[in-house]
């Protein structure tokens, strides 16, 4: 059977208890490409067991929310990477939750936190009040269900098996140095599925910036979502995708990243980080893609050599002025690919 998540994100009791929270959000509100409205919480309901200090919180729009609490535990950028990351995502048409900034006031803190953090009495690596990290809770629709993980025989029900590589194009580029996570929500007949992908934390060198990626962890632990899928032709379609995003548009997407939730030189040392990575990303996915081959027997697999997806990519980025006449029609030839395939791919799974 799928495991089921936890029941506390699935099944709930509304508190009777509403708590008002204090509106100290200048900082966010001055972003200039704010997309996400902060929005209150209104109790505390359960600590999850996510590593990083989780609950699960009732808001005023009438939600429930995911919320992982600023503290300096795991580095000062684990937020603002969870919000880059989901932008990311979410610009390139991949499924996540929605995000949002979620105030909790000193009272709220005072009342429920203490239930979850009795040892946090003296106050030390106490979450404070604040803004917080908060992603809306999927499967809360009248009879869908929400699973961590899948068993074989239902991945043929996953309706967007194309995201995990889509996803897995993104992690590498973002210097992903954790797993990639995933879960499932059902039908309420259990006929489909669709994956969401959580917890970015860990993009862009992970909490502190500094680690490097090593191979095989960007992948999604069961690498059976990648069997079956025409990898050459839907890789080539996220490329696509992906290859237009300049620092720009990086920028713009960090943007929406509350100040207090990074430090001072995140938003360039990503950015140049990007820019930097995607020149040899298409090498990092040849390489993923040889690995999911090699524990994938019986599996087939199609996908292109370190040197074409590396030209493809290259020959997209360069300016035409400061290419040669081979790179140039590569990239007339991309072009012409690219156009003659505008459609999302369409899953054909086994």
Known sequence: MPMRMSAAVLLFEKSERELMVCDRREDYEQSTYRTSTVIKAKAILQKLNCGHPTVLVSASDGHLYIVKLMCGAQGPNALANEVLGNELARCLGLSVPEWRPIEISKECMDRYLMLFWPDCGSGLN????????????????AGETVYEILPANW?????????????????????????????????????????????????????????????????????????????????????????????????????SIPRQWHHGGYLQEVTAQLQTRKWFVARLLAQELRLISETSAGNEFSFKTSDQFSQLWVGQSLDDGQTDPPVRERRKRSRNMADSGRERPEDHST
């Open 126 to 141: 106490r979450p404070g009040p604040g803004l917080h990290f908060g992603l809306r809770a999927v499967g809360q629709d």
């Open 155 to 255: 991945l043929s029900k996953v309706v967007n098996r194309n995201d995990f590589l889509g996803m897995l194009l993104l992690d590498l580029w973002a210097n992903q140095v954790g797993h990639r996570k995933a879960i499932f929500v059902s039908s309420p007949d259990n006929s489909v599925a669709t994956a969401f992908f959580i917890d970015n934390s860990q993009m862009f060198g992970g909490f502190w910036g500094h680690e490097e990626q090593r191979r095989g962890t960007a992948m999604y632990f069961d690498r059976r979502v990648y069997a079956g899928l025409d990898v050459d032709r839907i890789l080539n379609w996220w490329l696509q995708k992906a290859i237009p995003m300049d620092e720009s548009t990086l920028l713009c997407l960090a943007a």
